[in-house]
């Protein structure tokens, strides 16, 4: 690109993109990188499994949660376990979209139902990942785009994004409802949403998400058609005070008949465009919540306590929205020990840079969906009363906080910022496989 009052190309501006390539061929880069960079992971996992002992492949599809998917999809909701303390772990919590595609990949393949939803969680990676390409290239253009993408596959905590969990598939689908929002497209939008409320608790983001942008673009179309109902006609009245001739008709008599009927017809289509434009608006939003609300009253009706049935079977988990009282109690307590301190320090500082991002996100004009879905993401992670160890990746839907360092990323000439993404592929790699191979995500 070349500045056009000096004549000198402009020094990081990105290459042209044709206006003829469509939105597959523009995501293959960010799609190749980001398997690229979980391959790197992948393989750091398994060497370093190997020198433990341990099956890599066990790992990544048989634990924790990958468990409780796996159980729901072979045997069905009813299962739970009773702790010693009087906690009750039932698989209720669990949305049935991931165990219903491991079912299906299950019975179509030889695959067991483990590493049926290692497939659909790998398979999903890649659509989020275009997804999250998807967005910020129609915000900021593909150099941002496939920097985020990139960003979003070196999290420390990406590794879960390889697991047989449904953080991918949520985000996936997240991804595509904002991006068919910020298009336009109505009933995508809502159906996606839909299929997002099936996968996690935080689909309400999503919902949330489309209703509040349904709402503006209503009345941004409402009032768009009142200021040209409202504009003056385009032919300015004669400044002359002397009385019309009687040979000179009307204006609007002298307007040739094709061009009248033509004004009619363009009014007619204008309106017809306009109804159907609200009628698939209001369609994509009475689809949206169908499925969290569909499984939350199942739910309800299953345990015979009503509409917030479900809420007792996260509390059976110790799960609930404490408005981030048991987070900052945690938090406090790393205080009381030097070398908590640190860490103290470092979980402070890191939600101050995830604050940061969002409010960065707003002062720069982020449009009002993808604000509202990264919101209620960061609320519900870190306002909620869950295990600590599971906040980092309840964080991982919530990509559009990476869009302001994406855009830093991009202004960096290719070069450097090749080699901070390799750099940084590299820590997740070994942080993911020292993580998986200790603690894990729980």
């Given amino acids: 690109m070349t500045d056009l009052r000096t004549g000198v190309a402009a020094p990081h501006a990105p290459p042209p993109v044709p206006p003829s390539a469509s939105l597959p061929r523009r995501a293959v880069p960010a799609v190749l990188g980001y398997a690229a960079v979980r391959a790197l992971g992948l393989v750091v996992l398994a060497v370093w499994s190997a020198a433990r002992g341990k099956s890599a492949l066990t790992l990544l599809s048989a634990r924790w949660d990958s468990l409780w998917y796996a159980r729901v999809a072979e045997l069905g909701y009813g299962y739970q376990v009773r702790l010693p303390n009087g906690d009750v772990h039932s698989n209720l919590a669990f949305f049935p979209l991931l165990p219903w595609l491991e079912r299906l990949l299950h019975a179509a393949t030889p695959l067991s139902y483990a590493h049926a939803g290692l497939v659909v969680s790998l398979v999903a990676s890649l659509a989020a990942a275009a997804g999250i390409f998807a967005v910020a290239d129609h915000l900021y253009g593909p150099r941002v785009g496939v920097c985020a993408v990139l960003l979003w596959a070196v999290l420390p905590v990406a590794a879960v994004q390889s697991m047989a969990y449904s ?263 070994v942080y993911g496989a020292f993580w998986l191979n200790g603690s894990g995500p729980p």
Wanted: positive net charge; charged residues 10%; glycine residues 10%.
């Fill in 167 to 429: 953080e991918s598939l949520f985000t996936a689908l997240a991804a595509w409802a904002l991006y068919a929002v910020l298009t336009g497209r109505w009933v995508s939008a809502g159906l996606l949403a839909a299929l997002a409320g099936l996968t996690r608790p935080v689909g309400g983001a999503v919902v949330a998400a489309v209703w509040v942008a349904a709402a503006v673009s209503f009345v941004r179309d409402r009032s768009a058609a009142r200021a040209d109902g409202a504009r003056p006609p385009t032919r300015a009245p004669s400044c002359s005070t002397a009385p019309p001739s009687p040979s000179t008709a009307p204006p609007s008599s002298t307007a040739p008949p094709s061009s009248t009927a033509a004004r009619s017809s363009t009014a007619a289509r204008s309106s017809t465009a306009a109804r159907s434009s609200t009628v698939r608006r209001l369609l994509g939003m009475a689809v949206a919540p169908l499925g969290a609300a569909g499984y939350v009253l199942w739910v309800g009706h299953r345990t015979g306590k009503g509409p917030l049935g479900y809420l007792d079977v996260q509390a059976g988990w110790r799960n609930g929205f404490d408005g981030g009282y048991a987070f900052a109690r945690f938090v406090a307590e790393k205080f009381t020990s030097f070398p908590g301190a640190l860490a103290g320090v470092g979980l402070i500082v890191g939600v101050a840079l995830l604050l940061w991002l969002y409010v960065t996100g707003v002062r720069r004009g982020q449009p009002l969906g993808l604000l509202v879905y990264t919101g209620v993401v960061l609320a519900l992670a870190l306002c909620a009363s869950s295990y600590f160890g599971s906040k980092p990746r309840l964080l991982l839907p919530a990509f559009p906080v990476l869009f302001p360092l994406a855009a830093a990323l991009a202004r960096l000439r290719t070069p450097r910022s090749a080699l901070v993404t390799a750099g940084l592929a590299i820590v997740s790699a």
